[in-house]
């Protein structure tokens, strides 16, 4: 009996986990792999699975899918909009949305492994599918590499996986290099001196601190770096005092960080360093800014070569208009890692969303920014299909292109 992938994608949409808490969606993943006569490991990264098809000698071909929500309350109005709640590091409630699309991914990528078990008399070689947990803390490919994923599975030859993206329904977006950005996040503690609200000479203010080095933040991008170069410096989240008539102690940013490679890196981090600390002793601090770095992750790098045959065998499936060049993605992603480790070559593309007629309507009236949600944002949802077919043709198509 085939997957209903429709049924599918609506269930994993309507019950979205945080990182690292993806047990829901891991026992739902396993039981649809088995009914495909599948062994599958669980808990490998935690709460990541992996499954192998073994189908004669011929080249290891990995296929990843992430498979976490985010802390987003969902307004699309969808019937299967979610309505989960969870916990995040911190211990708070907090709503839950798949508004990232990687219900979407693990839905194409059991529709694949679907043909292809159907279709073992038509290629030859290894399938390693990976279902990898923790993308938006950057943390669940590495996670699945300290449990043992590289050495307990055969080693990859290529490692290929897509992202739905708002793109029109139908288009492939994939480029040879810089396919996203590398990324930090880091988390900027100013340290003040707390007082009561009606006596601020007697106290160093965080929040006036914290103001300041926001706003001095935003000058990296606009007076430091070349106009012709890509650096995005986010200030995401601003924490501080509980009381309107108390001066804090101190107060928390939490940054996020991209740039094309790693030497736009050290610039930027030594630039935003530089202002952090010199903001809190123009503030009159007695004690340094504490600055952390709670994850990193390299530029998404898509092998020349590889990424060309791909690429032609796309346009040779879909059709020349198909397929298009994005431009690089300031987004990040830790799909690479699988490549870096093992020294396999990498191809990672996007895939469209969006209703075409909608997509031409907003490009015609300029409102693309305002008519087209993008990840992340609360209304983001795909259009079920032909996004749903498309990305399962997708990872077919890529397969088997490496595939003997």
Not at 354 to 376: L, S, W, Y
Not at 380 to 400: C, H, S, Y
Request: net charge negative; with cysteine.
């Amino acid at each position: 009996m085939s997957v209903d992938l429709e049924s599918l994608y609506t269930d994993l949409h309507a019950h979205p986990e945080l990182s690292f808490q993806e047990t829901r969606t891991a026992g739902v993943i396993a039981r649809h792999l088995a009914d495909l006569g599948l062994e599958v490991e669980e808990g490998v990264g935690r709460t990541g699975l992996v499954t192998t098809i073994r189908n004669g000698e011929g080249p290891v071909v990995w296929l990843r899918a992430d498979m976490d929500g985010l802390p987003v309350e969902e307004q699309t109005g969808l019937a299967y909009a979610s309505t989960a709640r969870g916990t995040d590091p911190a211990g708070n409630a907090v709503p839950v949305m798949h508004a990232c699309g990687h219900d979407m991914h693990v839905t194409a990528l059991i529709g694949a492994l679907e043909r292809l078990v159907a279709t073992t008399d038509e290629w030859a070689g290894t399938i390693v599918a990976v279902f990898q947990p923790a993308e938006e803390y950057g943390a669940g490919s590495q996670a699945m590499i300290a449990d043992g994923v590289l050495e307990r599975y055969p080693t990859p030859d290529i490692v290929l996986g897509q992202h739905v993206t708002p793109l029109p329904a139908g288009v492939i977006g994939v480029r040879p290099g810089t396919q996203m950005a590398a990324s930090d996040g880091l988390t900027v503690v100013l340290h003040g001196r707390g007082g009561h609200g009606s006596r601020p000479h007697s106290t160093i203010d965080p929040v006036v601190m914290a103001a300041a080095t926001v706003m001095r933040l935003q000058t990296v991008v606009s007076r430091e770096v070349d106009p012709r170069d890509v650096a995005v410096v986010t200030v995401g989240s601003i924490h501080a005092g509980l009381k309107n008539n108390i001066i804090p102690a101190e107060a928390k940013l939490e940054l996020s960080l991209r740039y094309p490679d790693d030497a736009a890196r050290e610039r930027v981090m030594g630039k935003v360093e530089r202002i952090v600390r010199a903001e809190a002793l123009a503030s009159g601090a007695e004690k340094e800014p504490t600055i952390t770095t709670d994850h990193s992750l390299p530029p998404t790098i898509n092998d020349v070569d590889a990424t060309a045959r791909l690429s032609h065998a796309f346009r040779r499936a879909f059709g020349e208009g198909a397929v298009v060049d994005p431009g690089m993605f300031t987004g990040s992603e830790d799909v690479s890692w699988f490549a870096r480790e093992s020294g396999a070559p990498l191809v990672f593309w996007f895939w469209g969303g969006v209703d075409p007629q909608k997509f031409a309507d907003a490009v015609a009236g300029g409102t693309i920014e305002r008519d087209i949600p993008t990840n992340h944002s609360p209304f983001f949802a795909p259009v079920l299909q032909p996004t749903l077919d498309r990305g399962v043709e997708n990872l077919v198509v890529a397969a088997r292109e490496f595939l003997a």
